[in-house]
């Protein structure tokens, strides 16, 4: 298949009999099985067969000639956790497509978790290692296990994926969230907001740092800073549901309706944190977007279901980067001594009710 694009009519069955020297039974399981995972698509009419609806990656390469990879995947798991899961769901249905053996580990959040896990991998001898290490760190600003982790990826490739440590040399796939910060600023400017707040969320992590640094820099590039004052941060770090903030956000949304002059703006770390301020408002009879707008961020699809308003948010590329893992691998795999790649893409931005 490795020779038709996208849209192309896959031969007959019979002519796939004859190239694979295979039971007419074995083919028509297996159109059954890429029928099914979306790669190929029946026409309108009997007489178009099967077109190619998605180019599988890497259909070349020795993944798929029987020498099956392991990845081990390190990432702070939690049932609430949106982005961390549509990761995890888009990795394991990719790389199961292409016969690579997924290994999860959970952090539980926890840097001393993550350390552990770490040194038992290490430990092993190299015939029982992963072929990668694949890390989505719950602290990347202040992480213990950053020399440990240098260390073992001069031996063990390590890729980390959606958060990184910066001036850090590491295979990197992820989303631009200097691109978010500097698109949401975009964005409410052009619509006239001068007076704007931002709630940023708990934790120590590349995403959440980029998107303010990226939002407040391309204000003060506008002549219209961000005010000190204007600025709020959850302390929270249990944010399993909005009832779990909603508190917090309660006294945040009255300082944000006490300040003089009132924002007409709030941007929040997360989508959560956005229908949890929306809940505040329409409480204390704040209209949204007329009174004050409010931007949200991962387009958490369960959370954004509860609120009264379908939020303005943005939607990140899972799939793109679970196939860019794939590629990165096979650069590695083929050049062991391939210098560190980032590769960021960059989030659809949805407009919804809530500007």
């Known amino acids: 298949m490795d020779e038709l694009e996208v849209g192309d009519t896959i031969p007959s069955v ?34 178009q067969g099967y077109r190619l609806c998605e180019k599988p990656i890497g ?17 702070p798991f939690t049932t609430w956790n949106y982005t961390i899961n549509k990761y995890l769901s888009n990795f394991e249905s990719i790389f199961s497509r292409h016969g690579i053996n997924l290994i999860f580990s959970n952090t ?15 430990s092993k001898p190299a015939s029982l290692r992963p072929d990668f290490l694949f890390l989505t760190t719950c602290d990347s600003t202040e992480n213990p296990n950053l020399a440990m982790l240098q260390k073992m990826n001069e031996e063990l490739p390590c890729i980390l994926i959606d958060r990184y440590f910066h001036g850090r040399n590491f295979h990197y796939i992820g989303v631009s969230n200097n691109y978010i910060g500097s698109r949401t600023a975009e964005y409410l400017l052009q619509n006239g907001h001068e007076h704007i707040a931002y709630i940023k969320a708990y934790g120590k992590i590349s995403t959440i740092h980029d998107r303010f640094s990226s939002f ?3 204000l003060d590039l506008s002549s219209i800073p961000l005010e000190k004052q ?37 941007v929040c770390s997360f989508d959560r944190i956005a229908v949890a301020l929306i809940n505040f408002f329409v409480k204390n009879s704040v209209r949204v977007p007329k009174d004050i707008c409010v931007i ?10 509860m609120s009264p308003l379908s939020l303005t948010t943005f939607r990140h590329p899972y799939r793109e980067c679970a196939r860019e893992a794939i590629a990165r691998m096979e ?25």
Request: charged fraction near 20%; glycine fraction near 8%.
């Open 14 to 47: 019979r002519e796939l009999q004859s190239r694979l020297c295979l039971s007419r039974n074995s083919v028509l399981t297996a159109i059954q099985s890429l029928n099914e995972k979306g790669i190929i698509k029946k026409g309108m009419s009997p007489r």
């Open 59 to 75: 259909v070349n390469s020795k993944y798929n000639r029987g020498q099956e990879l392991s990845v081990q995947y390190l990432l």
């Open 108 to 122: 539980h959040n926890s840097v001393e978790e993550e350390g552990r896990l770490l040194e038992t991998i290490y």
């Open 216 to 218: 407040q820099t391309a």
């Open 230 to 266: 204007n600025i709020f941060s959850l302390t929270n770090a249990n944010v399993g549901s909005i009832a779990d903030i909603q508190g917090e956000i309660d006294r945040i949304g009255a300082k944000i309706l006490s300040l003089t002059p009132r924002p007409t703006a709030v």
């Open 296 to 305: 949200g961020c991962d387009n958490d699809v369960d959370v954004g279901a």
């Open 331 to 355: 650069a590695v795999k083929n050049n062991q001594k391939a210098p560190p790649h980032a590769v960021e893409f960059f989030s659809d931005f949805i407009i919804g009710e809530s500007t």
